[in-house]
């Protein structure tokens, strides 16, 4: 079946603006998480999601950030003012339950020029 | 705090040789742990999982990973690398996990194959 997608795949920004990036879950999965991964590091955690709501926010580096589910299923990270630090690939991963397995998506990379 | 420390950044070996990556965790109760591997230009797969039980895991690929907690580790190997495992390895910890907690990340451990 289909995976994690994620879109745009790449996307190339102005300091300042403001950028939508957005997860297809799997379908069926409950539980979908955003993480960040910048160059040489490992993933971390921005936030979480069970159903549409957000059960866990303590990723989110500062108000800028901000990601919706509205029906349980797709989800947008939202990231307004963006600064030149905000580059990096942001990860997308879905579970069937909370405590199941992460399924991971391919990325986005934001470049913030 | 919760956190994973992979200590080598970059490993070469030989195809055909052995593998071992290093992965250290600190957490306060019995921890979730993850391998995943992460191609480039691709999406992090999941190699194997311990959740608990038995201390070796199998995974896919040919990995295994064993759990001992004397030593906080969760080492990751395989016995003969291919050039096809040439990739960047993650260990990782659920913190919470049984509440769908987040996971916390390794630095990540880059592995080159000789031919």
């Known amino acids: 079946g289909a995976g994690v997608s994620q879109t745009p795949s790449n996307k190339v920004t102005e300091k300042g603006k403001y950028v939508e990036l957005r997860c297809d879950p799997i379908?069926?999965?409950?539980?979908l998480y955003w993480y960040r991964q910048s160059l040489g590091q490992g993933p971390e955690f921005l936030i979480y999601?069970?159903?549409?709501?957000?059960?866990?926010d303590s990723g989110l580096p500062n108000d800028r950030f901000f990601a919706v589910r509205p029906e349980g299923s797709v989800s947008t990270l939202k990231i307004q003012r963006t600064e030149r630090g905000d580059s990096a690939v942001y990860l997308c991963?879905?579970?069937?339950?909370?405590?199941?397995?992460?399924?991971f998506g391919p990325g986005t990379r934001l470049t913030v020029l | 705090a919760q956190s994973v420390t992979q200590p080598d950044i970059h490993i070469t070996v030989s195809e055909g040789a052995s593998l071992e990556l290093r992965c250290n965790y600190s957490?306060?109760?019995?921890?979730?742990l993850f391998w995943y591997v992460q191609s480039p230009g691709q999406g992090l797969q999941l190699l194997l999982k311990y959740f608990s039980g038995d201390t070796l895991v199998q995974g896919i690929k040919g990995f295994e990973a064993e759990f001992k907690r004397s030593q906080s580790s969760f080492n990751l190997r395989k016995p003969s690398v291919h050039w096809s495992d040439a990739a960047e390895y993650f260990c990782?910890?659920?913190?919470?996990?049984?509440?769908?907690?987040?996971?916390?990340f390794g630095q990540g451990t880059e592995l080159s194959v000789k031919p």
């Open positions: 999601f069970q159903g549409t709501g957000a059960a866990d």
């Open positions: 957490y306060g109760a019995t921890p979730y």
């Open positions: 990782a910890v659920g913190a919470g996990y049984n509440q769908g907690g987040k996971l916390i």
């Open positions: 991963a879905s579970s069937p339950s909370t405590s199941g397995t992460q399924y």
């Open positions: 379908s069926g999965h409950t539980a």
